[in-house]
């Protein structure tokens, strides 16, 4: 029954045709705020993952590779990762990730490849089954060099300037440098409290992270490994999550638990602007093109789809219902939205989220 029920669930969303609109002849001063600039359309659908026989996918982190159009999907549990062509919706699978189950809340728990990101040609993936990193041809698929670390690895982030591969473990406070082609561990970063979140600027050479725990956000040499700025983002006890980093306007998002802020980077982060996003929030998706930021709140089961403006200046552009635990979103080239959902979603895929033309 609960199957059934669930399948059901996901044949309505995926018929589910959201249309937010208002009154044109509302005037922006009248406007209340946070509501939404400009009327949008979008369609939202299922995009059904092979489980791999394990009755649902646990996700966490999803990535975009522009270069081949692709979304990077781990899924976790079923011990693969799922490669998405964005244009066509064909899914191919990287197999053969080590799982193992771990106690999480009291509960079990199946984990494996969970950390994602791009690199020069490679995808790089983190695995909690065996805590690895490996390479991935991006083009073939083809698995490559795998790393290891002594502790549990979250977030994967390749840092281009210095063509390094910095994990995250926020179970010992720390990121692993690793070298980009070798996967060998370099040196590792300690912090006072569990890193969460990243963002990478190329441009400036500055990375990101945030303080879960702490409510800090600070800003990283990658070159000189040193922490030259903390900054306090003010997201409360439940701490800040994901980040996205806009270089050229000179903006940090920064996720907290029920809505996300944009900082400005060239003032000790100062906080220019906020917008809500319901509970739930984690990761998010931006699109430093058109300036449209994704908030995928997983307690809300809604997509809040906003505009940073050149001061920084967020403005809602729709709020799209999802389904409860739809979360971390990413963003394609021609603006269709993807998002992972939690273990407690019982989806086996992902929701997709399209601008009607």
């Known amino acids: ?12 969303l995926g018929v589910l045709v959201v249309w937010s609109s208002f009154a044109g002849a509302e005037s922006s001063s009248a406007r209340p705020a946070g509501a939404p600039a400009q009327s949008a359309n979008y369609s939202v659908r299922t995009l059904a993952l092979p489980d791999n026989n394990s009755g649902d996918i646990g996700m966490d982190y999803i990535t975009y590779d522009a270069a081949t159009n692709s979304v990077w999907v781990p899924g976790g549990n079923t011990g693969a990762v799922d490669v998405i062509d964005a244009a066509t919706g064909k899914v191919r699978q990287v197999t053969g990730f080590p799982t193992k189950e771990v106690e999480v ?16 040609g490679v995808v790089y993936i983190g695995s909690r089954g065996d805590s690895s990193i490996c390479a991935v041809n991006s083009h073939t698929l083809a698995r490559g060099v795998c790393g290891h670390i002594d502790s549990t690895p979250d977030a994967v982030v390749y840092i281009p300037t210095t063509k390094e591969v910095w994990v995250s473990s926020p179970s010992d406070k720390t990121i692993r440098i690793l070298d980009g082609k070798t996967l060998k561990e370099k040196t590792k970063l300690t ?11 190329a441009k400036n050479g500055r990375f990101y992270t945030n303080l879960e725990d702490k409510d800090r956000t600070l800003v990283i040499d990658p070159k ?7 900054w306090e983002p003010g997201c409360g006890k439940d701490g800040p999550r994901g980040l996205q980093v806009d270089p050229a306007a000179g903006h940090l998002i920064v ?3 029920t809505l996300a802020k ?17 509970a739930g929030l984690d990761d998010m998706g931006y699109s430093p093109v058109t300036h449209m930021l994704y908030l995928g709140a997983g307690t809300a089961a809604k997509l809040t789809v906003a505009k940073v403006d050149e001061k920084g200046q967020l403005s809602v552009v729709a709020q799209v219902p999802t389904q409860t635990g739809v979360r971390n979103a990413v ?7 993807y998002l992972a959902h939690s273990r407690f979603a019982n989806i086996s895929g992902l929701i997709v ?3 009607e033309k």
């Open 1 to 12: 029954m609960k199957r059934l029920t669930s399948m059901m669930g996901s044949v309505l």
């Open 105 to 120: 809340g009291g509960g079990k728990r199946v984990v494996g490849p969970s950390g994602v990101t791009v690199g020069a």
């Open 191 to 201: 912090f006072e409290g569990a890193p969460e979140g990243y963002a990478v600027d």
């Open 224 to 230: 000189t490994r040193k922490t030259i700025s903390t």
């Open 255 to 257: 996720a907290c638990t």
């Open 262 to 278: 944009v900082l400005d980077t060239a003032h000790d982060g100062a906080v220019l602007s906020q917008v809500d996003t319901g």
């Open 331 to 337: 963003v394609a080239k021609d603006g269709t939205v």
């Open 353 to 355: 989220v399209t601008p």
